[in-house]
C-alpha cells in the first residue's frame, strides 16, 4: 500500500506542469485566461481544466472584471493557500538554476522589492536553524 503523506495529496493539487506554471503566472500578475495561456503555452482545453481544479482546490479564486464595451469576465488571483505555494516555485526554481541553466545563465533572479537582493528557499527547522540540504532531517512518520 502507497505511504500516506503530504507530498503526495500535494502533488494531486499541483503536481502537473501546468498547474504550477498558471500558479507562477498568477504570482506574477498575470491574470486573464488569455494571457495565462499565452505565458504558459497551455492548450486551451488543459488550461480551463488546470484553472477549474485549482479554484476547486482553494488555490485560487476568481474575481469579475469587464473592460468597457466587453461582457463581465473571471480574473484568478492566488488565495492564501496559493501564496504559500510561493517558496515551492522558488525552491523548484533554484534548483533549476543549479542543475539546468545552459550557456545563456539563469533565465530569472527572483529578487526581494526591500533591499533588491535575491531570493532562495532554505530549510530551517522549528527553531530557525538552518538545515543543509539532505543532511541533518530525520522523518517522524505519523501515518501509516
Not at 10 to 38: C, P
Not at 39 to 61: N, Q, S, Y
Not at 99 to 110: A, K, Q, S, Y
Request: aromatic share 4%.
Amino acid at each position: 500500500m502507497p505511504r500516506t503523506c503530504s507530498i503526495a495529496r500535494t502533488l494531486a493539487v499541483v503536481g502537473e506542469r501546468w498547474a504550477l506554471l498558471v500558479v507562477r503566472e498568477v504570482s506574477l500578475g498575470v491574470r486573464r485566461f488569455r494571457d495565462i495561456q499565452e505565458a504558459t503555452g497551455a492548450p486551451p482545453a488543459v488550461l480551463t481544466a488546470r484553472l477549474r481544479a485549482l479554484v476547486e482546490a482553494g488555490v485560487l479564486t476568481t474575481r469579475d472584471y469587464r473592460e468597457p464595451g466587453s461582457r463581465a469576465r473571471s480574473e484568478y488571483v492566488l488565495t492564501d493557500a496559493g501564496r504559500e505555494l510561493l517558496p515551492v516555485l522558488i525552491a523548484l526554481k533554484d534548483w533549476g538554476d543549479a542543475h539546468l541553466t545552459d550557456e545563456r545563465g539563469v533565465p530569472v533572479v527572483t529578487r526581494h522589492e526591500g533591499c533588491g537582493s535575491a531570493v532562495h528557499a532554505v530549510l530551517v527547522c522549528d527553531e530557525g536553524h538552518p538545515i543543509e540540504c539532505g543532511r541533518g532531517l530525520r522523518p517522524d512518520v505519523r501515518v501509516p
